[in-house]
């Protein structure tokens, strides 16, 4: 199984890195990191990079498609020459995957038009323009098309895919595998949870997180 997972200067790490710790464990499974040219890219915080060792044209038929997410989605949504290939990619996938901001990438590919979606919680009015039906659930299953809220969610629909794909079993013990045991110190996860004070502040923070 040929897994593509789409890098791009200013993505989030976690969105990428997540998905890829989880699907590189499936049975007979061969990642790639593929961008708009070979080389270096750079994640949002600027002090990481990862190796895209493909460009789009190299990578034209991946069986699994991975869209991370990041404040460099911004410019990507109105990259026509990476609108294209996820459109192109998407026509022979047999799952095509976003993490985070990167369903706003989906949609802005006019793939989620109709469809119920999720994204990082601020960027869910920002998708319902793209003609989803944003919902607030941290994995989302239409079709073939599964997206993921925000951030470390990319691991849960990551082994929602892997569970679907290869089996609860599989699926279980990748999660085994990666100790994935969530017991977070704090229970802030999502806007709904977290103290007002808490949203309210991350919230202005929202123009830098959507808008680059």
Known sequence: MEIA????????????????????SAPEASVKFVARERGPVRTDAGSLALVADYALDE???????VVPGGPGQVALMDDQATLGWVRRVH???????????????LGAAGLLK??????HWLALDILGKLGAEPVTERVVIEGKI?????????????LTLAGREFG???AQMIQLGIEYDPQPPFDAG???????????????????????
């Open 114 to 119: 109709g469809l119920r979606a999720t994204s």
């Open 91 to 105: 026509e022979g996938t047999k799952w095509t995957t976003s993490v985070c901001t990167g369903s706003l990438i």
């Open 59 to 65: 990578v034209t038929s991946p069986d699994v498609l």
């Open 5 to 24: 997972i789409l890098i791009f200067d200013r993505f989030t790490a976690l969105d990428a890195i997540g998905p890829y710790e989880v699907l590189r």
């Open 146 to 158: 599964i997206t993921a809220a925000g951030v470390s969610a990319g691991i849960d629909m990551a």
């Open 168 to 170: 609860a079993e599989t």
């Open 190 to 212: 999502s806007p709904g949870k977290a103290p007002q004070a808490i949203v309210e502040r991350l919230r202005g923070w929202s123009r830098f997180i959507l808008e680059g």
